[in-house]
């Protein structure tokens, strides 16, 4: 394996500031760390994150994922001047992430109005060995001549989330000279946090302390000779606790034994261990791609660097928000993304982390099972946006409309139902690829019934047939629909296998088998008309269309709601995202390549690409019926939705299901894996620029390398494994070697299991 690729910003710009302080983030999981720099700017979003750390701030407002207090901030005067950027001249720069070992890293000189010149360095990092711990450095070394160097940073906690303050001050402490502590209460009173700094300067600098305005800070100076450096290393360890009855002060001593081991071993050594752990991580899990487009690589990179640091591997009942950990976007909530986006990565590489993505939604079951009967209905209804709790977090309002000056009420917790089957086919999923049967046999049919008993609930007899009215399908551009496509046959997948697995397991609840049985006979799904179209519902063909080129230039910006009211939106064929072309998806085996292609031109024609989620779905069903070079355009589009040009794309988070889409379509499209009807298949479809894919591979108990070019396959496993390689089975012993010309290529395509007699 080669070395994972970098990630630099190019240059400061305070225009980007907030974009590079999520795509450099920092993070193991379990806390995530905002690339902010060291100085302050006015506009820079400061930001530091636990995992499943959500409070509500007051009546009316939603449960958000906190703003700790911050430790990355330190003002930095040269000669009595607060240093800035923003003033003097800037001769070198460089700052980047080092993905191998989650290293962050500034390197520049700077000259002061004055004249005099100073090298500055930093680095941080946050341990993939030590959850609790982040470290930094800064050095600064006076080039020219004499100066005078003073520093003042400690624990900052007048950051807030975007103004709302959740925690308060229950004790700040300083022991000895260079150790600081602050323990903070959400103001519910449930959690408590605790931040032990231990700030130490090289040398004979002075020092003193301030507690003021919510902020304990150690004050440091020294006269530094030219080509001297004065170096800062900051560690610090975060913890954070819901037991009501701890001794707060105890409890906080805990975290200050294990920050002062840590400064016994000092920054190098820390990273050291860090760097050890990411490295055995990517050894299992990284992509290599050798293409004529390098960014590829960074891209695939890139992902799985976030796919790690915004995943809490560590706790079972947090799940990944929708901006990872690297913003306040969403508020730090979880969406049907980490089911259908983001799941499928720790399913091929660490399937325990699947379970413990799935596990989150069998935790929260209790706030599922009371949504659905406020609502009238049966079973369990998933919240559309969820925190640590089973809750519905989705705001009741959202923006105001600029052309009515109402605010426009949030529909998706109201209609969009589709994430209780995505949960279910998460469910089966994790079940084909593992055979895990303590988990199906408990969690895993827990969940399939009581979502299946939700949907047997929701249907409404029409003529002699079930209909689903009401509903948003993935495509949010078109609200309040009967019979959505991807809603109707991923309902009936749902309960389709629900009640095969119900049978499996000696389900006795004849009253459930019976109506499962019903629903699968008559709930009515589209179905393909003569013309290869599968209606996405009962009236969208029915809708004028409209010409969309002006808006696709400017996905993701939503332009189209400047010109029309959501609701003329709807009542147009216009789609946000994938919606059909989603379920083709999803569940391929049931459609001919044919279908999925008439299907993926007619639809993408109408769809926007406002949602992050759209562009790589569409390229991973291109690439399976064949077109590789249409998929990758799509892929690359879709890398470029944080990594792109535009200096705000991401400045409130990475998004995180664009950044899982980039390993699916990797992986699920040019690679071209799926499983249908329980089989491993791998159907390649490289990208001309493409020339070899390697990748890990986890599946039923063994773990597999496969590396795939033009002109060969080899793949090699830990055990024995049946594959279908482009529709021809194989048994992989050891390791296979196969020239594409001895291979039996695929006649339909590979979005479809009908290639003649498999």
């Given amino acids: 394996m080669s070395k994972p690729v970098t990630l630099s910003e190019s240059g400061f710009c305070p225009h980007s500031l907030n974009k590079y302080a999520s795509l450099l983030a920092t993070g193991n999981g379990y806390l995530g760390c905002r690339a902010s720099h060291e100085e302050a700017y006015t506009h820079q979003t400061r930001g530091m994150y636990l995992a499943g750390l959500y409070h509500r701030s007051g009546k009316g407002e939603i449960n958000e994922r906190v703003n700790l207090p911050d430790v990355i901030g330190v003002d930095i005067f040269l000669n009595g001047e607060l240093f800035s950027l923003l003033s003097g001249t800037l001769e070198s720069w460089q700052r980047e992430i080092d993905f191998a070992t989650g290293e962050l890293t500034r390197s520049l000189i700077w000259r002061a109005p004055d004249g005099a010149r100073f090298a500055i360095e930093s680095r941080r990092f946050v341990s993939a060995e030590q959850l ?92 530094m000779k030219a080509g001297e450096c004065l170096t800062l290393e ?22 200050i034994l294990h920050l002062n081991a840590c400064v016994g071993l000092g920054y190098d050594a820390l990273l050291a261990q860090s760097a050890a752990n ?14 004529v487009n390098a960014d590829d690589q960074r891209a695939l990179d890139f992902a799985l660097y976030h796919l790690r640091i915004m995943t809490p591997a560590h706790d079972e009942r947090c799940s990944i928000g929708a901006k990872g950990m690297t913003g306040e976007g969403y508020k730090g909530h979880v969406f049907w993304d980490t ?133 948003i399908g993935p495509d949010e551009y078109t609200e309040h629909v009967n019979n959505n496509a991807f809603t109707n046959y991923m309902a009936y997948y749902n309960v389709e296998q629900a009640l095969h697995f119900a049978r499996r397991y000696g389900c006795t609840d004849d009253a459930f088998i019976h109506r499962a049985e019903h629903f699968l006979q008559f709930l009515w799904r589209p ?34 709601l400047l010109d029309y009211s959501r609701a003329e939106v709807n009542e147009l064929q216009i789609l946000k995202q994938a919606d059909v072309v989603m379920l083709t998806y999803m569940l391929p085996e049931l ?40 998929g990758y355009q799509f892929w690359h589009e879709g890398a470029q939705i944080d990594l792109g040009d535009d200096p705000h794309s991401c400045d409130d988070g990475i998004h995180a299901a664009a950044t899982g889409a980039i390993w699916l379509g990797a992986i699920q499209g040019f690679a071209g894996l799926s ?41 090699s496993s830990s055990r024995p494994v049946t594959l279908w390689l482009n529709a021809k089975p194989i048994i992989i012993d050891g390791e296979y070697k196969l020239a594409f010309p001895d291979m039996i290529l695929p006649v339909f395509g590979t979005a479809t299991t009908e290639r003649g007699k498999e």
């Fill in 234 to 255: 900051k560690l610090t360890w975060v913890d954070w606790t819901t037991e009501c009855d701890v001794s707060l002060e105890s409890w906080g001593q805990k975290g």
């Fill in 591 to 630: 459609f001919t390549a044919e279908v999925c292609l008439n299907n993926l031109h007619f639809y993408e024609a109408r769809t926007i690409h406002d949602s992050s989620l759209s562009k790589a779905i569409h390229g991973i069903v291109a690439a399976r019926c064949g077109n590789p070079e249409q």
């Fill in 132 to 223: 609790p711990l982040l470290a930094t450095t800064l050095s600064i070394t006076p080039l020219d001549s004499d100066a005078i160097i003073a520093l003042s940073t400690g624990i900052d906690a007048t950051i807030t989330n975007h103004g709302r303050q959740h925690l308060d001050e229950t004790q700040l402490r300083v022991f000895g000279q260079h150790l600081l502590q602050g323990i903070y209460t959400t103001q519910d009173g449930r959690s408590h946090v605790a931040v032990s700094t231990h700030c130490r300067v090289n040398g004979d600098a002075q020092s003193c302390f301030t507690a003021k305005e919510r902020r304990l800070m150690q004050h440091t100076s020294s006269l």
């Fill in 278 to 291: 990411w490295q055995r991580w990517w050894q299992h899990c990284r992509v290599e791609v050798n293409s």
């Fill in 527 to 560: 179905e393909v008309l003569a013309d290869g179209i599968l209606p996405q519902d009962d009236t969208f063909l029915s809708k004028p269309a409209i010409d969309l080129s002006a808006y696709k230039t400017t996905a993701g910006k939503q332009t189209i």
């Fill in 339 to 471: 089911e259908v986006f983001l799941l499928p990565f720790h399913l091929f590489t660490y399937p325990d982390v699947a379970r413990n993505l799935l596990r989150y939604r069998w935790h929260n079951l209790a706030g599922a099972r009371e949504k659905a009967r406020i609502n009238g209905w049966q079973g369990a209804l998933f919240p559309w946006e969820s925190a640590r709790s089973g809750d519905e977090e989705t705001p009741e309002f959202a923006a105001i409309n600029i052309r009515t000056g109402l605010r426009q009420k949030v529909a998706s917790a109201q209609a969009e139902h589709h994430l209780v089957a995505d949960i279910a086919w998460a469910v089966v999923a994790y079940w084909q690829v593992t055979g895990d049967e303590q988990f199906m046999s408990h969690e895993g049919l827990t969940l399939l019934l009581e979502t299946a008993r939700f949907w047997l609930s929701r249907t409404t007899e029409v003529k002699g047939r079930l209909e689903i009215h009401d509903v």
């Fill in 675 to 715: 499983v249908r009807n329980g089989a491993l298949h791998l159907d390649p479809a490289l990208p001309e620029g493409w020339k070899k894919l390697t990748f890990p591979l986890y599946w039923q108990g063994s773990e597999m390398m496969i590396s795939l070019s033009k002109s060969h396959v080899t793949i």
